[in-house]
Every structure is written in structure tokens, then in C-alpha cells.
């Protein structure tokens, strides 16, 4: 890249950091200090707001990098994850969104302990949420590292490594000075700059090809190497049995894991009732779904554009395809408009991996807090009753949010470490893993607690392990720890499991461990708290 198109990306990136940074400290000046002011904002966001915060939080490095290079890659195969997305957000729409905010205060764990022994819950609850986080995370580090290597020529390992660092630093900065408030506005201003340069690039490519769908699709086919095969089912999961089963599996996980992520459903808890929760979910799907659609275009506009085998060449994993289009579009390398359409683009890929990571810290120290260390610390505090104990944000330990400050900086250097570890590997692929990890940890436990009038803590607490455990396990014995080239470690091979994503396997365990604790649980369901909770479930009856 020339000089022009680093100056003039660095500067928009600068100018993006700055506004942010303004925005944390003007409302950490503003904030009262109390628990539910730093989870949640002080629950006074609207609908319209919550939904624009919600798209941005799930728009994430993965949907914008991630998505377009693997289309670009493996054409209609690496559609999967667009519609895999969007699909998901019925599933949070039907079935947990008004549920979930009626049920809880601040966590995933919230929702669980209305109606179990809350230690044993939140300490298991807790921890798979910091595990899916982390995961999370990682994706959005490797994206921030593949666009800086992109940016600076791809020659610095080093640059890479301080770009990743710098971005961990930033996204505690966010959450410890702000708190969700700040969080939010800067998912506000993402989402919004994230849909103006989608629609700008999307307008574009169509004007290259005059409208003509079909002549960009063949184009795309010719250009890819693959012919018609690239427009068909198969080339990245029809080698055959394994790659079928990875099919599935990647599909299972990317349906249900939106609904078990536990940045997403600490989102419902910013807005005053259950129904803002509920229609800013309408707002959202709105938002995503276009964003969805249009990462189709830009991927095979991708490989018609700039090609198959020069975004292979850019980056292995395809995460520099929509930058690459981007300059394409502009004129080229060395024209005026492909330095500034390329400096907005990795602009708006900068702004899409800082506000991400803020709402997945900001969530993940809140297990820390609210749910780890509240359990092991003070555990007394959590028998009094869910309605009464949640009445009054001033009565919660100050404490809590200064641990929840200090997990922020713990979490981003574990991010950090593990996203210099897979720098390699495509974004979208990673947030896959993290989806896996969800719905088997954080899905099952969740459904039977809101929809199983039997449900006992320790179904709970096994149905926690049960899907988490699995599908860390299978996560490292899979190739995509070792075992092949494109492996963290490829120059090891203990794999022994043959999928890529987990999800096949982890999930019915997940849902397994659930009904199996339960039947064989010596304590029975607690029938006065279900009916509680599901009064409140479904009314809104006694929710905060």
C-alpha cells in the first residue's frame, strides 16, 4: 500500500478514536458508579437505539472481513455464514429476547438463578460466558491484525502483533471509564458508518456490473478458477463425509449460538421494559439483515473484482477482500479514490472491531464480577430474594464494579495472547467457534430454565459442563489446533477430531447433560420459584 493510503487510512482511524474516546469521557463524568449504571447504562436507552447498539455489537469484524473473504474464496459454500446469521435472530426474536430481560438483571446467570441454588449456577453460567467471550475476542484481534498487515505492506509481524496489542488496550480503556453508556454510543456511531460504507461498496460493485446480478456472478465464477462449481454447493464442503458433517455442524452452531452469546443478551437488559427489549430486536433484524445480504454482493463482487487468487494471495484466510475491493473500486492502487475509498473502508473495519470488543468485554467482566466473584465471595448475599435484592442499584457492593474493571484488563490480555496465536486463521471461522461453544453451553441451560417447569440446579449445572467441556475439548483435538496447515500449531498433530466446528457433537451433549442431571437430581424442581419466574417470564410481573 502507498504512503497516501496508510496517512490517509491512520488518520480517519485516529479521528475515529478520538470521537470515542471523547464520547467515554464525557459520560464516565457523568456516572454514578453504581452496578446497574455500569451494566447496563442505567436502562434508559430506546428501542430504536438498543437496536442500532445491538446491530453494531453483532456486525462484528467477523460479518464485515470475515464473511465477504470466505464468499470470495468459496463462492456460494461460504454463504452459509450470511444466511446462518441472520437466520439466528429469529430464534433470539421467538423465543428468549422479552423472556430473557423479564427474567434477569445483568447476566445470562440472572435468568438461571430465579428458580436454582444460585452459587453452583452462577459460578458454572459465569465461566462458560467468559469462555464464549474470549473466543470472541480473538476473532476480532485477527481481524484487527490481518487489515493493519494489509495497511502497512503484510511484511511486519510486528505491527501486527503491537496493532492487536493496542486494540486490547483501547477496548479496556472503553469499558472501565464508560461502562455499557459508553459502550452502546460507540456501537451506535459503528453501526451507523458500518451501514454507509456496506451500501456505498454494494452500490458500487452493482454500478461496475450495471445492475446486471447475473453478469457478476459469472464473472465471479470465471475469475475464481472454479468455473460453475463456485456457484454451487460443495467447494469448501463437499470433500466428503467430514466436510458434509462440518456443513451441519457449522450450520447448527451459527443458528442457535446467537440466542447463548452473552454480549448480545446483556443488550435487553439497557432498555426500561420488556417490550422496548423486544422491539429493538425488531430493529435490529432490520439492520442486520440488510448488512447480510449486502456482504453477498461485496463477496462475490470480491472475487469478480479483484479475484479468487489475489485475495488468496493478500491474506490465506480472505479477511482483506472487501479493503482490496474497496481500492479496486476506487480506480485502483495509486488513484485518489482508491486511497480514500480504501482509508474509509479500513476506517469502518477499525470502528467495527473496537466497538465489538468493548461490548464483549464489558459483558465478560460482568460474569467475572457479577457471577464469579459475588458467588465466591458473598455468597450469602445471594439468598435473598431475585425481585427485592435487584429493587435498588445502590445496593449492590461498590466492590463489584471495581472487580468487573479489573476482569476487563484480565480478559483483554488473554484475547490478546490468543489472537497473536491465531492470527492465521479467518475471522468468520473463529466467531464460528465461539457460536459452537454457546450453543452448547449457554443455550440448552437457558431453554430449560425458561420453558421446563422440572429443570433442578444441578440439570443446570450439568447442562453448563456438559456443553462447554465437550466443545473446548473437541475445539483443541480438531485441525484447527494442529494437524494441518492452516492449524495454529501446524507443525504438530494431535488431533484425533475429524470436524472443524464442534457443534454436531457438542450441543445434543449439551442438551444430554441437562435432562440427565435432572432426572437423576436427589433435590426436586422448586415449583413456587418456576412459577415465579414464569409469571414473570411472560408478564413482566416483578422484572427490574
Not at 213 to 237: D, I, M, Q, W
Not at 336 to 345: C, I, Y
Request: a positive charge.
Amino acid at each position: 500500500m502507498s504512503v497516501d493510503h496508510r496517512s490517509l487510512a491512520l488518520l480517519l482511524f485516529g479521528a475515529f478514536v478520538a470521537v470515542t474516546l471523547g464520547i467515554t469521557t464525557w459520560v464516565s463524568r457523568d456516572r454514578r458508579g453504581s452496578a446497574e449504571e455500569f451494566y447496563t447504562g442505567g436502562r434508559l436507552f430506546s428501542p430504536m437505539e438498543n437496536g442500532f447498539a445491538i446491530a453494531g455489537d453483532y456486525m462484528s469484524a467477523a460479518s464485515f472481513l470475515g464473511i465477504s473473504g470466505l464468499i470470495a474464496l468459496f463462492g456460494y459454500d461460504g454463504m452459509l455464514y450470511s444466511v446462518g446469521f441472520l437466520v439466528a435472530w429469529l430464534v433470539v426474536l421467538l423465543l428468549v429476547a422479552e423472556l430473557v430481560r423479564n427474567c434477569g438483571r445483568f447476566t445470562l446467570a440472572d435468568v438461571v438463578a430465579t428458580r436454582m441454588r444460585e452459587r453452583p449456577v452462577r459460578i458454572a453460567a459465569g465461566t462458560s460466558s467468559i469462555v464464549v467471550s474470549v473466543l470472541y475476542l480473538v476473532a476480532q484481534m485477527v481481524g484487527a491484525g490481518s487489515l493493519v498487515a494489509l495497511l502497512l505492506g503484510g511484511a511486519s509481524e510486528a505491527a501486527r502483533a503491537w496493532t492487536v496489542i493496542g486494540v486490547g488496550a483501547l477496548m479496556v480503556v472503553y469499558v472501565t471509564l464508560g461502562g455499557m453508556r459508553a459502550t452502546t454510543w460507540i456501537q451506535i456511531v459503528k453501526a451507523v458508518l458500518l451501514m454507509a460504507g456496506t451500501v456505498a461498496l454494494t452500490v458500487l460493485v452493482l454500478i461496475r456490473f450495471h445492475g446486471d446480478v447475473n453478469a457478476l456472478l459469472t464473472t465471479a465464477a470465471e475469475r475464481s478458477g472454479h468455473g460453475k462449481e463456485f456457484l454451487a454447493p460443495g467447494l469448501a464442503y463437499g470433500g466428503g463425509w467430514t466436510a458434509r458433517f462440518d456443513f451441519i455442524s457449522l450450520g447448527l452452531a451459527l443458528v442457535l449460538g446467537t440466542a447463548g452469546l452473552p454480549h448480545i443478551l446483556s443488550r435487553f437488559y439497557t432498555v426500561p421494559t420488556a417490550r422496548a427489549a423486544r422491539r429493538s430486536v425488531v430493529w435490529s433484524i432490520g439492520l442486520i439483515g440488510g448488512f447480510y445480504l449486502m456482504t453477498i454482493v461485496l463477496g462475490f463482487g470480491a472475487a469478480a473484482v479483484v479475484g479468487t487468487d489475489e485475495v488468496r494471495a493478500s491474506s490465506a484466510a480472505g479477511n482483506t477482500a472487501v479493503p482490496l475491493l474497496a481500492l479496486d473500486l476506487g480506480g485502483g492502487a495509486g488513484s485518489t479514490g482508491g486511497t480514500v475509498l480504501f482509508a474509509v473502508v479500513a476506517a469502518v473495519a477499525f470502528a467495527t472491531i473496537l466497538a465489538v470488543v468493548a461490548g464483549i468485554t464489558l459483558a465478560s467482566s460482568a460474569s467475572v464480577a457479577h457471577d464469579l466473584h459475588a458467588s465466591l465471595k458473598r455468597p450469602h448475599r445471594r439468598g435473598e430474594p431475585h425481585a427485592k435484592s435487584h429493587a435498588k442499584s445502590h445496593a449492590k457492593p461498590p466492590s463489584e464494579v471495581a472487580v468487573a474493571r479489573l476482569a476487563a484488563a484480565g480478559i483483554g490480555a488473554v484475547a490478546i495472547a490468543l489472537g497473536l496465536l491465531a492470527r492465521d486463521l479467518n475471522v468468520a471461522f473463529l466467531v464460528g467457534l465461539a457460536f459452537a461453544v454457546a450453543a452448547s453451553a449457554n443455550l440448552p441451560v437457558l431453554l430449560y430454565s425458561l420453558f421446563w417447569r422440572n429443570f433442578t440446579t444441578r440439570g443446570a449445572v450439568w447442562s453448563v459442563y456438559g456443553g462447554l467441556v465437550p466443545a473446548v475439548l473437541l475445539v483443541v483435538f480438531s485441525p484447527v489446533v494442529s494437524g494441518s496447515p492452516e492449524a495454529i500449531f501446524p507443525g504438530v498433530d494431535f488431533h484425533v477430531f475429524p470436524l472443524q466446528n464442534p457443534g454436531l457433537v457438542s450441543i445434543p451433549l449439551g442438551f444430554l447433560a441437562g435432562w440427565i442431571g435432572t432426572v437423576l437430581s436427589r433435590e426436586g424442581a422448586d415449583e413456587a420459584k418456576h412459577a415465579e419466574s414464569e409469571v414473570r417470564s411472560l408478564t413482566g410481573a416483578g422484572a427490574v
